[in-house]
């Protein structure tokens, strides 16, 4: 072993050890309670509980609309900068609470047309009006300022907080399903660990920021702009991730809704995986200024993708029952959709990795051109597929997938093609 091969294999090591430390009870954390929630919840509540953190996900994108992208691309060039950096956060900060309440009026409607038929009482009704409003504004103050600590090269901390909150939700869920396994105290320590994550969060902002800072009226101009350009974008994005959930709602049983939301609860062990990447790889793609050493790392972070998700598909088709045995006994019959699900589920995670590189140098103009594509694509699965069952639903969500995919491909070749030639000719003309 060579002497820079051995410095490369120790800086590695002194980057990931930390990380993983820290990264591997979270997300195990994460991981158990959202098995033991599939497992303890009868078929009905969990049915509701899916369709609520569902909802609860469309209301998290359309309250960012990309704003969080754009704070850490930026934050690159004034990373070391406090002044502008608080004004940075703040003018992100602002540009969140509106949006905010945009999608709080929204959630109203979504959230009656979402369980209409599911025999949930005005009272419980009324209950989810107000863990689905909390849950979003601590949500938001979590998202911005969770950014932070990756701008500044200091993941640990966030994955301190986020530790924190998950062994909170943890003991919660554990104590309220031993002595309600229902839907509303399940849904309600979920809140409880993201206001610890908020809490946690916003407590090293302020060592690090001054957080009265005022929000910049050019920076609040430009996200302004920004969010404006990315609307229709945003908007479709907020639903389509949830469509699948949505459609087997409207059409589907209450059975075949809880059986999506426990497949789902496999897709969160990708969902670890593209956390980790966004918190270790981005921010450092953020300030890379060499085309060439960006292209190996971004071929490199995707073949790396793919191999893993090939791994996980190819463990649905011969060990299903293993697989299978997390979600418990109740959904055991899913042995024939799984490794459809876990295809579906590691296409997403390519196709979220390839919009993550491509975001860290905030190339993401004309992915809009994806939305009618995708919604092309939709309609013809509509007339293929029963989206009312599982194997339909699940084939229409992964139908959905792929003009995403190759519209960021092609967008990651002009923008990398241009970079290196640009590069290229700079250093002809360079003495």
């Known amino acids: 072993m060579t002497r820079a091969i051995r410095g490369r294999f120790w800086r590695l090591a002194r980057l990931l050890v930390p990380f993983l430390s820290l990264e591997v009870p979270t997300q195990l954390a994460a991981l158990v309670v959202g098995f033991v929630i599939v497992r303890v919840l009868p078929v009905r509540d969990f049915a509701v509980y899916a369709l609520i953190t569902a909802l609860q996900g469309t209301l998290a994108i359309l309250s960012d609309a990309g704003v969080s992208t754009v704070l850490v691309a930026r934050a690159g060039a004034v990373h070391s900068d406090k002044k502008a950096l608080a004004e940075l956060v703040a003018s992100a900060k602002r540009a969140r609470r509106v949006l905010e309440g945009l999608a709080l009026v929204l959630s109203g409607p979504l959230l009656f047309l979402w369980l209409r038929g599911r025999s949930v009482s005005v009272t419980d009704y009324a209950i989810l009006l107000v863990i689905v409003a909390v849950g979003l504004h601590l949500q938001v103050t979590y998202s911005v300022y969770a950014a932070l600590p ?104 209450t059975r075949a809704v809880a059986e999506i939301g426990a497949l789902g609860r496999l897709g969160n062990v990708i969902a670890v995986a593209q956390s980790s990447l966004s918190m270790l790889a981005l921010p450092r793609l953020a300030r890379e200024v060499s085309p060439i050493r960006f292209l190996r790392r971004y071929v490199a972070i995707v073949l790396l993708v793919a191999g893993c998700g090939l ?71 509509l007339f293929l597929f029963d989206v009312g069952t599982v194997r339909g639903a699940i084939w229409f969500g992964w139908v959905s997938l792929f003009p995403p995919l190759i519209v960021n491909t092609i967008i990651a070749i002009s923008r990398l093609s241009g970079w290196l030639r640009s590069n290229a000719a700079a250093n002809l003309v360079a003495p």
């Open 311 to 381: 791994v996980l598909v190819s463990l649905a088709v011969a060990r299903p029952g293993v697989v299978l045995w997390f979600l418990g006994p109740k959904y055991e019959n899913l042995g024939s959709v799984l490794p459809l699900s876990i295809g579906c589920y590691a296409t997403l995670w390519l196709s979220s990795t390839v919009f993550s590189l491509n975001s860290s140098k905030a190339w993401v103009d004309r992915v809009w051109i994806a939305i009618p594509l995708v919604i092309v694509s939709q309609i013809a699965a």
């Open 150 to 253: 990756v701008i500044l090269l200091e993941p640990h901390y966030l994955q301190v907080a986020q530790l924190t909150g998950s062994l909170v939700r943890f003991a919660g869920i554990v104590i309220v399903l031993l002595v309600a396994p229902l839907y509303l105290p399940a849904l309600s320590a979920n809140v409880l660990g993201i206001a610890v994550q908020a809490w946690l969060l916003k407590r090293y902002a302020r060592r690090n920021i001054n957080l009265r800072s005022p929000a910049s009226e050019q920076q609040l101009t430009e996200l302004r702009r920004f969010i404006r350009r990315q609307f229709v974008n945003t908007f479709y994005y907020a639903f389509s991730s949830q469509l699948t959930m949505w459609l087997i709602g409207f059409k589907g049983s």
